[in-house]
């Protein structure tokens, strides 16, 4: 049975590698509303390994899917999409369920356009919430707590019944730039098992167990910090 779904995300290269997943394994996707202003850190967080990354992921996300979405797939891009507009516009797909990859914090108007509104979260969201939390856990000394949270959006962040959560497999060798390329494979599946579920009616949520520590933006020099040991622990890793 085909499900009304809608994406909410921003126009970035690991969400177009999320479409295009989605679309090659039979999932049908109504419309994709992209958010074009994203928070601004209030201090220095320059990039520190986004150049390897960008070259990595264009290699492997690239790799079996086209580098753009379908031209035939409804794309718009609203700069907020708690705008009274962008609300309105979602509302008239009458979405039976939704996906957030990558947004800002949705006002409840948005929230409220879903019977369910699905988010993934960088992060294990009972231990880790808000901003760059696949990099606060090694900050932390807890790589065994680097992971993904499919979870159910609410009025608070990150805070919703959860759907799916695992941990992001680490590997020998493995590199900082590395990481995000793993973690958005894993959430794609992870996602997709949802969808199948939801469209059996067989979707279960659970409660979270505890609320995570809230994380904002990670300064530049803890982002240099985490990559040196992230890239060290991996290369202490068994093979």
């Given at each position: 049975?085909?499900q009304r779904?809608?994406l909410l995300?921003?126009?970035?290269?690991?969400?177009?590698?999320f479409v295009?997943r989605?679309?090659a394994?039979?999932?049908e996707?109504d419309?994709?509303f992209?958010e074009?202003?994203?928070?601004e850190?209030p201090?220095?967080?320059?990039p520190?390994?986004?150049?390897a990354?960008?070259?990595?992921?264009?290699?492997?996300?690239?790799?079996?899917?086209?580098a753009?979405?379908?031209?035939d797939?409804p794309?718009f891009?609203y700069?907020?999409?708690?705008?009274?507009?962008a609300?309105a516009?979602?509302?008239?797909y009458e979405p039976e369920?939704?996906i957030?990859f990558?947004c800002?914090?949705?006002?409840?108007?948005?929230?409220?356009?879903?019977p369910?509104?699905l988010?993934?979260h960088?992060?294990?969201?009972e231990?880790y919430?808000?901003?760059?939390?696949?990099?606060?856990?090694?900050y932390?000394?807890?790589l065994?707590?680097?992971?993904v949270?499919?979870h159910q959006?609410?009025?608070?962040?990150?805070t919703g019944?959860v759907?799916?959560?695992?941990?992001?497999?680490?590997h020998?060798?493995?590199r900082?730039e590395?990481l995000?390329?793993?973690?958005?494979?894993?959430?794609?599946?992870m996602v997709?098992?949802?969808l199948r579920?939801?469209t059996?009616?067989?979707?279960?949520?659970?409660k979270?167990?505890r609320?995570?520590?809230?994380?904002?933006f990670?300064?530049t020099?803890?982002k240099?910090l985490v990559?040196r040991r992230?890239?060290?622990y991996c290369r202490s890793?068994?093979a």
């Amino acid at each position: 049975m085909r499900q009304r779904l809608v994406l909410l995300s921003t126009d970035a290269i690991h969400h177009v590698y999320f479409v295009n997943r989605l679309l090659a394994q039979g999932f049908e996707l109504d419309a994709v509303f992209y958010e074009t202003h994203a928070l601004e850190p209030p201090f220095p967080v320059e990039p520190v390994f986004d150049e390897a990354q960008r070259e990595f992921e264009e290699a492997e996300f690239r790799r079996d899917l086209p580098a753009t979405v379908p031209a035939d797939l409804p794309v718009f891009y609203y700069r907020s999409l708690n705008e009274p507009e962008a609300v309105a516009h979602i509302a008239r797909y009458e979405p039976e369920i939704g996906i957030v990859f990558g947004c800002g914090k949705l006002a409840p108007t948005v929230i409220r356009c879903f019977p369910i509104l699905l988010n993934i979260h960088k992060g294990l969201a009972e231990e880790y919430r808000g901003l760059d939390t696949d990099l606060w856990p090694i900050y932390h000394f807890e790589l065994d707590s680097i992971g993904v949270t499919v979870h159910q959006v609410d009025e608070e962040l990150d805070t919703g019944p959860v759907a799916k959560s695992a941990r992001v497999p680490l590997h020998r060798g493995m590199r900082i730039e590395q990481l995000r390329h793993a973690w958005v494979v894993l959430a794609t599946e992870m996602v997709m098992d949802c969808l199948r579920q939801h469209t059996r009616g067989k979707l279960a949520l659970r409660k979270q167990a505890r609320v995570g520590r809230y994380y904002s933006f990670m300064p530049t020099e803890l982002k240099r910090l985490v990559a040196r040991r992230f890239n060290a622990y991996c290369r202490s890793l068994q093979a």
